[in-house]
């Protein structure tokens, strides 16, 4: 078997199991069983999803109405296949009226390219969805997937500034899995911007190589070979089995005496049928006949039925069974082991060797293995996945919250100035620096406002989104195990907790034993009440040191006796007692913590003014672009940093850009390290899309420019190319900007 027809199977074992459909020809139960098992400890009783920082409380329900909206609690389960047998899927968002719909591509639904950071650059989505067209009757009828309409396929382009959405009625292929021979994707394309700023979406994966090289493995995939020999195995076991299974009658008397012959109304025996005869077409095609078998019909398993009582026998007659072994203890035993060897392997515990525990901690002990291994795939799954794409709807909303408090208010907000909207670099940095000046009181006063606001609870109509409160963070945790705790273990618990308090461990610490799924707000919440114990345990301590202090002033000093024992330094009690009185007020007083903003992380999103470009449809300016030796960087000919000529970056490769070659050749300058990132091992490097791109010697040579040759952009030549200044072009193929940004346009484009 080549390796094309392994794969072919295989995959036909991992889809049966994902989409889970019963039409494949699919023996072994090793996929099946191991997803079922990764999903009942993955999920357990349910997952919740919460805001580390929610001291208003809104975070959490707002949470749990887009985790409903989306009814991703149905979705989990289907989820956690895909994820486990592909390796990788994506999380990704998009804005709906009020709320946000959530979605999950598996592998094979979507490219991901990064930048040299790491970070998502742009995502090429593809998925299908059914139309019903009006007027036509064939619409009604069901389709090869069982549902109604015409098939329609969707491709989004999704980068920083805009999203590209075709709709075709031919399935859209990705461009890598397509022929060298590329053409126009059919369909209508529309270019919608992107009002976010950023890739709302997020990239999981299970299996991660320390190389980096592969950086989502399936779960199975490694054990293709072992998994497809387990299924050849059981094949021929249920084989054995169908041929085997029934026993074989062996007798010495004709078989038409032995068969029973079933219904007299649909067997009648005539001379052909005795013979042996049978209709060639079966029941129906012969008027003369109406038989299909000379002995009646065989059941299901192709068995011939025989009569429970066989009478009118002959001494001399012999009838017998003969059941053979269709299935030898050595091979069940055989593949028993493997099928364990494989589920070992995967992290798991096959359910049908369990019985080798006695007790219930043995049992649960067995399991825990499989708690490990699922508990870290639902880390890669939520605190790596889901949990970051939920702090990023929850950063939208706090940005929401403060344009609209603006809004309702009043403040208007100052217009941010962009570099080509001026003549020249001066004017441009004095509208910038007029517009930072106003934006400070802007934020000063809307913040104000804010603060005042939420004093008073008097919240302006018209305000959406949520108020920002610090870390926008969120965090998981199972709402039940899958083995609940007894009375018994609850009571034991319980003891424990009393037992560190009683050894001055607080209330909060003591508790985690009792409720480990609750945060410390939570715990502090509960703590609410008046502990009556603790108090009582307290106030005796205190009196206790007091009575202790009263006798030290009544007993002598042994070494002087004029004075009290309580004189000596050594022996003072005072701090005794004080501390005793900050535990009880400590007891007494539990309270939530605040965590700063910075504890969250913020997507990588487009400056203000690439913004404000692209919600007039122009496109970014201040985005990094990817600069590699050899790719689309210095030329692969030479090192940037030999100072070799014809390695710098200025035009010709001599000196640096902007530098007069008058005053001689010199090398080029190195860069740091910590403005030339590398990209990770693994992942796919997104580049600009320019199919007239030039390549590294003729953007070395400066040919690339605004101007075509070098020697058009002198100032000697053409002074009034760039208006004030002249402005050599760089090996980008655009105008190097000054620090500012800025770039001169003429007056006629001036907005």
């Given at each position: 078997?080549?390796?094309?027809?392994?794969?072919?199977?295989?995959?036909?074992?991992?889809?049966?199991?994902?989409?889970?459909?019963?039409?494949?020809?699919v023996d072994?139960?090793?996929?099946?069983?191991?997803?079922?098992q990764?999903?009942?400890?993955?999920?357990?009783?349910?997952?919740?999803?919460?805001?580390?920082?929610?001291?208003y409380?809104?975070?959490?329900?707002?949470?749990?109405?887009?985790i409903?909206d989306?009814?991703?609690?149905?979705?989990?389960?289907?989820?956690?296949d895909?994820?486990?047998?592909?390796?990788?899927?994506?999380?990704?968002?998009?804005?709906?009226?009020e709320?946000?719909?959530?979605?999950?591509?598996?592998?094979?639904?979507?490219?991901?390219?990064?930048?040299?950071?790491?970070?998502?650059?742009?995502?090429?989505?593809?998925?299908?969805?059914?139309?019903?067209?009006?007027g036509?009757?064939?619409?009604?009828?069901?389709?090869?997937?069982?549902k109604?309409?015409?098939?329609?396929?969707?491709?989004?382009?999704?980068?920083?500034?805009?999203?590209?959405?075709?709709?075709?009625?031919?399935?859209?292929?990705?461009?890598?899995?397509?022929?060298?021979?590329q053409y126009?994707?059919?369909?209508?394309?529309?270019?919608?911007?992107?009002?976010l700023?950023?890739?709302?979406?997020?990239?999981?994966?299970?299996?991660?190589?320390?190389?980096?090289e592969?950086?989502?493995?399936?779960?199975?995939?490694?054990?293709?070979?072992?998994?497809?020999?387990?299924?050849?195995?059981?094949?021929?076991?249920?084989k054995?089995?169908?041929?085997?299974?029934?026993?074989?009658?062996?007798?010495?008397?004709?078989?038409?005496?032995?068969?029973?012959?079933?219904?007299?109304s649909?067997?009648?025996?005539?001379?052909?049928?005795?013979a042996?005869?049978?209709?060639?077409?079966?029941?129906?095609?012969r008027?003369?006949?109406?038989?299909?078998?000379?002995?009646?019909?065989?059941?299901?398993?192709?068995?011939?039925?025989?009569?429970?009582?066989?009478?009118?026998?002959?001494?001399?007659?012999?009838?017998?069974y003969?059941?053979?072994?269709?299935?030898?203890?050595?091979?069940?035993?055989?593949?028993?082991?493997?099928?364990?060897?494989?589920r070992?392997?995967?992290?798991?515990?096959?359910?049908?060797?369990?019985?080798?525990?006695?007790?219930?901690?043995?049992i649960?002990?067995l399991y825990?293995?499989?708690?490990?291994?699922?508990?870290?795939?639902?880390?890669?799954?939520?605190?790596?996945?889901?949990?970051?794409?939920?702090?990023?709807?929850?950063?939208?909303?706090?940005?929401?919250?403060?344009?609209?408090?603006?809004?309702?208010l009043?403040?208007?907000?100052?217009?941010?100035?962009?570099?080509?909207?001026?003549?020249?670099?001066?004017?441009?940095?004095?509208?910038?620096?007029?517009?930072?000046?106003?934006?400070?009181?802007?934020?000063?006063?809307?913040?104000?406002?804010?603060?005042?606001?939420?004093?008073?609870?008097?919240?302006?109509?018209?305000?959406?989104?949520?108020?920002?409160?610090?870390?926008?963070?969120?965090?998981?945790?199972?709402?039940?195990?899958?083995?609940?705790?007894?009375?018994?273990?609850?009571?034991?618990?319980s003891?424990?907790?009393?037992?560190?308090?009683?050894?001055?461990?607080?209330?909060?610490?003591?508790?985690?034993?009792?409720?480990?799924?609750?945060?410390?707000?939570?715990?502090?919440?509960?703590?609410?009440?008046?502990?009556?114990?603790?108090?009582?345990?307290?106030?005796?301590?205190?009196?206790?040191?007091?009575?202790?202090?009263?006798?030290?002033?009544?007993?002598?000093h042994?070494?002087?006796?004029?004075?009290?024992?309580?004189?000596?330094?050594?022996?003072?009690?005072?701090?005794?007692?004080?501390?005793?009185?900050?535990?009880?007020?400590?007891?007494?007083?539990?309270?939530?913590?605040?965590?700063?903003?910075?504890?969250?992380?913020?997507?990588?999103?487009?400056?203000?003014?690439?913004?404000?470009?692209?919600?007039?449809g122009?496109?970014?300016?201040?985005?990094?672009?990817?600069?590699?030796?050899?790719?689309?960087?210095?030329g692969?000919?030479?090192?940037?940093?030999?100072?070799?000529?014809?390695?710098?970056?200025?035009?010709?490769?001599?000196?640096t850009?902007?530098?007069?070659?008058?005053?001689?050749?010199?090398?080029?300058?190195?860069?740091?390290?910590?403005i030339?990132?590398?990209?990770?091992?693994?992942?796919?490097?997104?580049?600009?899309?320019?199919?007239?791109?030039?390549?590294?010697?003729?953007?070395?040579?400066?040919?690339?420019?605004?101007?075509?040759?070098?020697?058009f952009?002198?100032?000697?030549?053409?002074?009034g190319?760039?208006?004030?200044?002249?402005?050599?072009?760089g090996?980008?193929?655009?105008?190097?900007?000054?620090?500012?940004g800025?770039?001169?346009?003429?007056?006629?484009?001036?907005?």
């Amino acid at each position: 078997m080549d390796s094309r027809s392994i794969s072919t199977e295989f995959q036909q074992i991992l889809l049966a199991a994902k989409e889970r459909r019963g039409d494949l020809s699919v023996d072994t139960m090793i996929v099946s069983s191991h997803l079922a098992q990764m999903r009942t400890f993955m999920l357990r009783r349910g997952v919740e999803f919460y805001a580390e920082q929610d001291t208003y409380g809104k975070r959490r329900e707002f949470i749990a109405k887009v985790i409903e909206d989306n009814m991703l609690e149905m979705k989990y389960e289907s989820i956690v296949d895909y994820f486990l047998c592909d390796g990788q899927g994506l999380f990704y968002f998009r804005p709906n009226r009020e709320s946000y719909q959530i979605l999950y591509f598996p592998q094979d639904s979507y490219r991901a390219y990064r930048d040299q950071n790491g970070e998502l650059e742009s995502l090429v989505l593809v998925y299908s969805f059914n139309i019903k067209q009006a007027g036509n009757a064939l619409s009604a009828m069901p389709a090869m997937n069982g549902k109604s309409g015409k098939k329609k396929w969707i491709q989004l382009k999704v980068y920083k500034d805009r999203i590209e959405q075709t709709i075709s009625d031919e399935k859209i292929e990705f461009s890598d899995e397509m022929s060298s021979l590329q053409y126009k994707m059919p369909g209508q394309t529309e270019t919608l911007t992107n009002s976010l700023g950023f890739i709302p979406a997020v990239e999981v994966f299970n299996h991660m190589d320390c190389t980096g090289e592969a950086t989502g493995n399936g779960e199975f995939n490694w054990l293709a070979h072992q998994i497809l020999y387990h299924d050849e195995l059981v094949r021929n076991i249920r084989k054995n089995m169908k041929f085997f299974g029934n026993p074989t009658l062996i007798s010495s008397r004709p078989k038409h005496d032995i068969v029973d012959s079933g219904d007299e109304s649909t067997f009648r025996p005539t001379i052909s049928s005795q013979a042996g005869f049978v209709p060639l077409g079966g029941v129906g095609n012969r008027a003369s006949t109406r038989v299909s078998a000379p002995f009646g019909s065989s059941g299901i398993d192709g068995g011939i039925k025989v009569p429970r009582v066989i009478a009118n026998l002959e001494p001399t007659d012999r009838v017998g069974y003969m059941t053979p072994d269709s299935v030898s203890g050595d091979q069940n035993l055989y593949v028993k082991q493997y099928r364990s060897e494989i589920r070992l392997a995967l992290g798991g515990v096959d359910d049908i060797d369990i019985n080798t525990a006695a007790t219930a901690y043995e049992i649960k002990t067995l399991y825990g293995r499989v708690a490990a291994t699922a508990e870290k795939k639902a880390r890669s799954l939520f605190t790596y996945g889901l949990c970051r794409l939920l702090s990023q709807i929850i950063f939208i909303e706090e940005r929401n919250f403060q344009e609209s408090f603006a809004v309702a208010l009043g403040l208007e907000e100052p217009l941010l100035p962009l570099p080509e909207e001026f003549e020249n670099e001066a004017q441009y940095e004095k509208a910038y620096s007029i517009y930072k000046k106003k934006y400070q009181e802007f934020a000063i006063k809307r913040d104000k406002q804010v603060r005042d606001r939420l004093e008073t609870g008097d919240i302006p109509p018209g305000v959406t989104g949520l108020i920002p409160d610090g870390s926008t963070k969120v965090d998981w945790r199972w709402m039940g195990q899958v083995f609940e705790d007894s009375t018994d273990d609850v009571l034991n618990n319980s003891i424990v907790v009393r037992n560190l308090q009683e050894l001055g461990v607080d209330s909060i610490e003591a508790l985690k034993y009792l409720f480990p799924g609750k945060t410390v707000e939570e715990r502090a919440a509960m703590l609410s009440g008046f502990p009556f114990r603790m108090v009582q345990q307290t106030q005796s301590s205190i009196n206790q040191f007091l009575s202790l202090l009263g006798s030290f002033y009544q007993l002598p000093h042994p070494q002087m006796p004029d004075k009290p024992l309580a004189s000596d330094p050594s022996l003072d009690l005072t701090g005794f007692l004080y501390r005793s009185l900050d535990f009880l007020r400590k007891e007494l007083s539990y309270s939530g913590q605040f965590k700063p903003s910075s504890s969250g992380s913020t997507p990588s999103q487009l400056s203000d003014a690439d913004q404000l470009r692209a919600e007039r449809g122009q496109s970014v300016r201040d985005e990094p672009i990817p600069s590699l030796p050899g790719i689309n960087g210095p030329g692969s000919g030479g090192s940037a940093n030999s100072g070799l000529p014809g390695t710098g970056p200025g035009p010709a490769g001599f000196g640096t850009s902007g530098e007069s070659m008058a005053a001689g050749v010199s090398g080029s300058k190195r860069k740091p390290e910590y403005i030339q990132p590398l990209p990770g091992p693994g992942i796919t490097l997104g580049l600009p899309d320019d199919p007239n791109a030039p390549g590294s010697n003729t953007a070395q040579l400066g040919f690339n420019g605004a101007t075509g040759s070098p020697d058009f952009a002198a100032p000697s030549f053409n002074p009034g190319l760039y208006g004030f200044t002249a402005q050599p072009t760089g090996g980008a193929g655009r105008p190097v900007r000054s620090k500012s940004g800025s770039r001169s346009v003429s007056k006629r484009n001036k907005r």
